[in-house]
């Protein structure tokens, strides 16, 4: 007899429930989130389980790698897109571990891609930059407002890299000059630890021909690439580009009906990541080509700015997937001609 897993992940314990195919429980069990406990509970289903689903959260790393060592079949649950349950008024733990088990029984479950765990720290190590990127732009911005706020002065971006705890007592006073050179310390910072996680992401890529053909887009780099690279992971779970650009949220999400405005679907649904780096894209290609920019600039004066900008971030998404489908290089004219 078949039997199913389903796995219902929390911060500190899990809740294991196996079905059969009439979807009866044959085990269930909360245990704690011990990696030799749960597989050794397991281990007397093993031959007969079709698979384990596990719930796609914050910490199912070490649960999926633990099983799959194991040489347990595993599915990551997508949980975004797991159907809510029918005609059930009370749920629970054990409940939830049943339904995954369920969907997998019937073929229906919708899975998440599970990176290859040799790609996924560097994937991390690029996630944790971006982080700090984005919070070096808050501190610089911040810096910035605050200079404009007392001293009626707009500096620009390179000025304000320029600064020096000198320039800043020259221009404020305290108790607010302080605040201010805390500021440009944390920027520093930041500037210094953006440098070191570029340095240890670069010691850290084995080379991939995916990464050379991005990086023939203008104004992409080898840690944008590696970015839109790791993120994508195998180009082949996209049925077409639509389903890339959707999955890097640079689709529309208007839901129209008789040419009415009905309302918006998830602009959430996707991949942050990904979105961010196409939007980093788009940036600088219309910086660094003459034709993406003059297709920018048509759809500047037309629509608002980040509109022009994600339909352009949308043109390359669909851009990279041919490149990565076909594994050729960009094709300016192919994409904006």
């Avoid at 080379?207 to 839109?228: E, F």
Wanted: aromatic content about 8%; charged content about 25%; overall charge positive.
């Amino acid at each position: 007899m078949t039997l199913y897993c389903g796995i219902d992940l929390h911060a500190n314990n899990s809740v294991i429930s196996v079905l059969d195919e009439q979807d009866q429980v044959r085990y269930e069990k909360r245990l704690p989130n011990d990696l030799a406990m749960i597989v050794g509970n397991l281990q007397a289903y093993k031959d007969e389980l079709s698979a384990c689903v596990v719930e796609s959260t914050y910490n199912w790393y070490w649960l999926v790698d633990g099983l799959m060592d194991a040489g347990f079949e595993v599915r990551l649950a997508h949980t975004g897109a797991i159907p809510q349950y029918a005609g059930i008024k009370h749920t629970n733990d054990q409940t939830d571990a049943r339904h995954l088990a369920h969907l997998l029984r019937l073929g229906i479950l919708p899975e998440g891609h599970i990176m290859p765990k040799e790609q996924r720290a560097v994937r991390d190590l690029l996630r944790r930059r971006m982080l700090l990127v984005h919070q070096r732009t808050l501190h610089h911005l911040s810096l910035q407002s605050l200079v404009a706020r007392y001293t009626g002065e707009r500096l620009s971006s390179n000025q304000i890299k320029a600064l020096d705890t000198e320039a800043l007592e020259q221009k404020l006073a305290d108790p607010i000059c302080f605040g201010a050179q805390i500021t440009l310390a944390a920027l520093r910072w930041l500037n210094k630890a953006v440098d070191l996680l570029e340095h240890e992401i670069q010691k850290q890529l084995k080379t991939s021909k995916n990464y050379d053909l991005l990086t023939s887009i203008p104004g992409v780099g080898k840690i944008l690439a590696a970015t839109i690279a790791l993120e994508t992971g195998e180009i082949k779970r996209f049925p077409g580009p639509g389903h890339y650009a959707s999955y890097a949220r640079c689709v529309s999400t208007d839901k129209i009906s008789n040419g009415k405005h009905k309302g918006r679907g998830n602009k959430k649904n996707g991949n942050k990541y990904l979105a961010w780096a196409f939007m980093e894209a788009a940036h600088y290609a219309a910086i660094w080509n003459p034709e993406i920019k003059r297709f920018y600039q048509k759809r500047k004066a037309k629509r608002h700015i980040l509109v022009a900008k994600k339909t352009l971030a949308n043109k390359l998404a669909r851009a990279s997937y041919h490149m990565l489908s076909r594994q050729e290089p960009f094709d300016v004219q192919r994409a904006f001609g």
